[in-house]
Nanobody
Framework: QVQLVESGGGLVQPGGSLRLSCTASRSIFSISAMGWYRQAPGKQRELVATITRSGSTNYADSVKGRFTIARDSAKNTVYLQMNSLEPEDTALYYC????????WGQGTQVTVSS
């Protein structure tokens, strides 16, 4: 079992930056992959970025070049650095972990607005 706690969301102006954090209740090296997903009002949840145990990363086309996923194994934490934020990035962002099954955090709201 894995518990995930997210933090770092908030309100930011277009062009601004935010960093989301997701801390797992166990070593992230015991987790096959971790990632960030987001869900905007009226839309389906979509993948933002993932990082595997080996360190391979994958990004949605819409965030490539703007977002970076990284990890700190000593803190059991995965980060999502979000730069050049756009209003279209406004959503509830969820942390995800895959072990034998999928686990989700409670979500953190990101609002990009002037």
């Amino acid at each position: 079992q894995v518990q995930l706690v997210e933090s770092g969301g908030g309100l930011v102006q277009p062009g601004g930056s935010l960093r989301l954090s997701c801390t797992a209740s166990r070593s992230i090296f015991s987790i096959s992959a971790m990632g960030w997903y987001r869900q905007a009002p009226g839309k389906q949840r979509e993948l933002v970025a993932t990082i595997t145990r080996s360190g391979s990363t994958n990004y949605a086309d819409s965030v490539k070049g703007r977002f970076t996923i990284a990890r700190d194994s000593a803190k059991n934490t995965v980060y999502l650095q979000m730069n050049s934020l756009e209003p279209e990035d406004t959503a509830l962002y969820y942390c995800n972990a895959r072990v034998m099954k999928e686990y989700w955090g409670q979500g953190t709201q990101v609002t990009v607005s002037s």
